[in-house]
């Protein structure tokens, strides 16, 4: 049963992650510091939970804050800070779906590159879902209200991330909500370009 809930866990964490990196990633490693629900200890991804890395995510989540107020202000790119993003999510995801699967079981190594994998799809759902609803949001916002949309992001995230650790069943929900979320932008998307077609 410990398995079923760790792989629960394992889903929830990094398809959190996949929306927003950082913060998720700091809730989760400080819960596995306080040994709430979970450890890292013994694994080969313990420096998840040392105080090197939760510093590490602090500094990720104000540089972050920084280049999306750059972004609201145009003064940046969006392009090369989504792909950054999504590049922090794939490794993050990876490295606590890794933990997560082989916490309790941290002799079973093939565990360990499993959980990697199933966090790199997680988060790459999480990514693909809410990546491209941000952005369509955000385009229909004014500066100001733009502004609180990163904020709110973090906010859903790291509470689906600590929800994912404390019940791990709610982890399955979180990666089936963004599953949904995913096929119905594209169902959108797809709709959309038949009607300029339809134009044409």
């Not at 394992?10 to 927003?20: D, E, K, M």
Request: one cysteine or more.
């Amino acid at each position: 049963m410990h398995l079923v809930f760790d792989i629960f866990q394992g889903l929830g964490v990094a398809a959190a992650i996949g929306v927003r990196p950082f913060l998720p990633s700091l809730v989760a490693g400080v819960l596995a510091a306080g040994d709430v629900e979970l450890t890292f200890h013994h694994t080969r991804v313990h420096f998840l939970q040392q105080p090197v890395f939760l510093f590490a995510m602090v500094v990720g989540i104000l540089l972050l804050a920084l280049a999306e107020r750059r972004l609201a202000r145009g003064g940046a790119a969006a392009r090369p800070v989504m792909i950054g993003l999504a590049a922090c999510a794939v490794v993050l995801g990876a490295l606590f779906g890794a933990g997560t699967f082989a916490h309790y079981h941290h002799g079973v190594h093939h565990l360990l590159w499993i959980g990697g994998a199933v966090g790199i799809v997680c988060a790459l759902i999480g990514v693909a879902a809410t990546q491209p609803l941000l952005t369509r949001v955000r385009s229909r916002l004014d500066a100001e209200a733009g502004g609180v949309l990163p904020f709110v992001s973090d906010g859903v995230a790291a509470l689906a991330a600590a929800l994912s650790v404390l019940a791990p069943p709610i982890g399955v929900i979180v990666l089936l909500a963004l599953l949904w979320l995913l096929i119905a932008g594209r169902g959108r998307a797809d709709r959309k370009y038949a009607g300029l077609r339809i134009l044409r």
